[in-house]
Nanobody, 116 residues
């Protein structure tokens, strides 16, 4: 499975961005998709994930502001980020989980910078 993330950029606080992640390869094996993020000097942390059944998980810090969605025919997952804050700044990584084999795939990160 290969993941390609795009859509990051620079935005002012209060603004919005949409991240997308396109998957290719054996995507039929994937059970969950999502995004982690890593702020400068910090560990990578969960932002939002979505299962094949549509069940979603959000970190408390993004709940109510971010929305994750999937486009199954296009094998893409998107993260709509609203009301962005400077603390949302970081590199956002698209991920996918293949539960049966216990595999976790990551795409390259995309930078999100929120200016105050």
């Amino acid at each position: 499975v290969q993941l390609q993330a795009y859509g990051g950029g620079l935005v002012q606080a209060g603004g919005s961005l949409r991240l997308s992640c396109a998957a290719s390869g054996s995507t039929f094996r994937i059970n969950q998709w999502g995004w982690h993020r890593q702020a400068p000097g910090e560990q990578r942390e969960l932002a939002a994930w979505i299962s094949n059944s549509g069940s979603t998980t959000y970190s408390d810090s993004v709940k109510g502001r971010f929305t994750i969605s999937r486009d199954n025919p296009k094998n893409t997952v998107s993260l709509h980020m609203n009301s962005l804050k400077p603390e949302d700044t970081g590199v956002y990584y698209c991920g996918a989980v293949e539960e049966k084999l216990g595999r976790l795939y990551w795409g390259q990160g995309t930078q999100v910078t929120v200016s105050s």
